[in-house]
């Protein structure tokens, strides 16, 4: 079972990416999927996740009304849609995955079924 990210990149202020983590070795229709993030020196941090059906989402609220989460279950695959970066994005960007719902990743992402390898963001200003 794999969680593969990719998309990262260097971009400037105000610039756009779309992250995406493909999953394999299984079927994630019925797993929340999302992605934390964590910074040079930072502890790790939730950004976005979106529920199985892809009718719930929740957003940290440093990246509220900029990024969108969302998923296409046919493809095992979710995306992050990151618009208006800031230099405060620059992180390694993680997905995961977990069955039991959005509650442990707007916990902090203990405990996680499945994670993903990072994929480097860089904004500079």
């Known amino acids: 079972v794999q969680l593969q990210a990719s998309g990262g990149g260097l971009v400037q202020a105000g610039d756009s990416l779309r992250l995406s983590c493909a999953a394999s070795g299984r079927t994630f229709s019925s797993y929340a999927l999302g992605w934390f993030r964590q910074a040079p020196g930072k502890e790790r941090e939730f950004v976005a996740v979106i529920n199985w059906s892809g009718g719930i989402t929740y957003y940290a609220g440093s990246v509220k009304g900029r990024f969108t989460i969302s998923r296409v279950n046919a493809k095992n695959t979710v995306y992050l849609q990151m618009n208006s970066l800031k230099p405060e994005d620059t992180a390694v960007y993680y997905c995961?995955?977990?069955?039991?719902?959005?509650?442990?990743?707007?916990?902090?992402?203990?405990?996680?079924?499945?994670w993903g390898k990072g994929t480097q963001v860089t904004v500079s200003s």
């Open positions: 995961a995955a977990d069955y039991a719902g959005t509650g442990k990743f707007v916990g902090g992402g203990r405990d996680m079924d499945y």
